[in-house]
């Protein structure tokens, strides 16, 4: 028996492996484990018996409700609850819970995003319960991870391609660790996504439309200070904060989420969460819930949560950073290893992550590009927008070594016969981490820190497990067949032809300089700083084929992801714009008459009696001025968003919003910035930066 809280409370609201073992028969759980593990299909008999156990124990933990918790296109999570009531005729209810609820179930789905794929095929579409992540109980609903399809078996979700990326990856994986002799049951990635987030006063949220429409300040000036003092980064944490993130651990914590670190990030009013990683699906799962029950629980505590890109202009916005590696029965593929066959087959690994990296760059950029990360990737506190590898001082000399076939005993690293280095040990506990490489090798996992702070995780997860398991058919393919004695001599060739091949893409300096932007172009790397410049990437014809090879996804399912990225891109500065026009006819503009008409009032009293009133007199100038100002600027705004939303296609639509709108959008806040600084606290109607972000 546990004695202390969190182990006893850890998990509690799960239908956890130690719940199913307890309550499902033995056959049962036997065969419910094929299920999970190896992907048998599931028969109607077993999951009857499952559904049957899970009611009992939702009932049991209080569960009226239950729900197919999926994830559609937009990325965020959607659920419909039914109760589990049945009446029985006498006036009275049964609670009961079939297999097939269990299973399948039919959302009204037409109005979830599916670019396309239900009008050219059928309305419907279905949710299929997903057994590899465990059900779990929230709010008195039994939550049923599921996958999201249309009729035809179309994926309209982001677990599906997920899990299918999986699939490519183990089947690939196997084929290599063969060509090694080593046979494991289960390939998976390991996901440990570590996420950033601010925190303001609730009453400050409520108080400004853009926070509560958009999820970030569409307007104000730069706060007195910034974050140029450093004290906020892992300083003490406020009380209601710390108040905050016990109870949010505590809630994470029952739901078998491995909530591990928490702390003050760089700008004020941010903060990190880290789990400790766990198996992909899972891992995507809980990122997901623990996003939820940040901008849930902040409200017990007076808060708001906001898990935008960038929040606030002038200080760091905020990001998520995957960490990758791949489990093999639990061994960690990107363990550099500890002798020479062990490293060979890390090289071999690597290099096939160099590669995949550099061949999908275009789909990694597109996979992380949303309208919220466009104001963070490139802007001097994220990595750019140009994907590049980073791999550290003491594996890179490796690596440059072997390309050259040269030694660089420097390093510690001497070359083996048949040419395989010896890694020094240090690589194992490498600790040097270039902040700002997009892709950073951090011991024995990779670091993908483009992802934005409200994405699913899933689109990045997809893309570099289908590049990398290509890779991996690459090296099986070449290697499959040549004889044993000569194996490890080709393997190694294999990979420094490998390594040779994608260099470009190896990049160890700092990756905000100007002269990087001018190396990369040089190296033909691209830099798509927006994303209707990266979107078009998900369509090429050679990334349909590609996904298609390894049954990830299929050209439909692609445009429907490529339509409803740009419709949500372009949707949002949409809004972002009508919100802007808002503030500035309803909350701006009248601020600015009152207070410019007191000043002028004054002007008028102090004239009567003889006095000039210089100041006052030049203070009304300049408001009416940025009055008129702001009233052009605003009507411009909303036909220019007019125009945007007029243009016939999606694409064009997004180009639109980049060229014209945002421009217009950036100049529009600078005219209202302008006059904030200018206007009294009594009369400007939202709270400022200075407010918000340094409240006590
Ligand atoms: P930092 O902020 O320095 O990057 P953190 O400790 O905050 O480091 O986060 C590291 C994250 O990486 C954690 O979520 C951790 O669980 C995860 N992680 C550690 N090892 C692996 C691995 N082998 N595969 C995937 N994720 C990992
Ligand atoms: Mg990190």
Redesign the pocket.
Known sequence: MATDRVTAEYGSLIFSEAVMQQRLPKPTYKKLRRVMDDGEPLDIDIANEVAHAMKEWALEMGATHFTHWFQPLTGITSEKHDSFITPKGDGGVLMTFSGKELVQGEPDASSFPSGGIRSTFEARGYTVWDPTSPAFIKDEVLCIPTAFISYTGEALDKKTPFLRSQVALEKQAKRLLALFGRHPNRVL??????QEYFLIREEDFQERPDLVLCGRTLFGCEPSKGQELDEHYFGAIRPTVNEFMKELDDELWKLGIPA??KHNEVAPCQH?L????EQGSAAVDNNLLTMEKMKLLASHHGLACLLAEKPFAYVNGSGK?N???I?SDGY?L??PGSDPEHNLQFLVILACLVAAVDEHADLIRASVASAGNDHRLGANEAPPAIVSVFLGDNLSPVVEALINGTHSEAHGSELMDLGVPTLPDVIRDNTD?NRTSPFAF????F?LRMVGSQQNISDPNVVLNTAVAEQFDRFATDLEGVPAERFKAEAMSWARATFKAHKRIIFEGNGYSDDWEKEAEARGLANLKSTPEALPAIIAPANIAFFEKYGVLNANELTAQYVSKCEQYEKLLNIEANTMSYMVRHLYLPALIDYSGNVATSVATKTEIGIEAFAEREIVRTLTAGIDTIYAAVSDLEAENKEAQAKPTPQEQCNYYLEVVIPAMEHMRRTVDAMERLCGNDFWPVPSYNDMLFYV
């Open positions: 990635t390991s996901i440990g996504a570590e591990k670190t990190e880290a789990p400790i990683y950073h960490n990758w590696s489990s960690n990107l363990e981490r951090t011991g024995n996992k670091e």
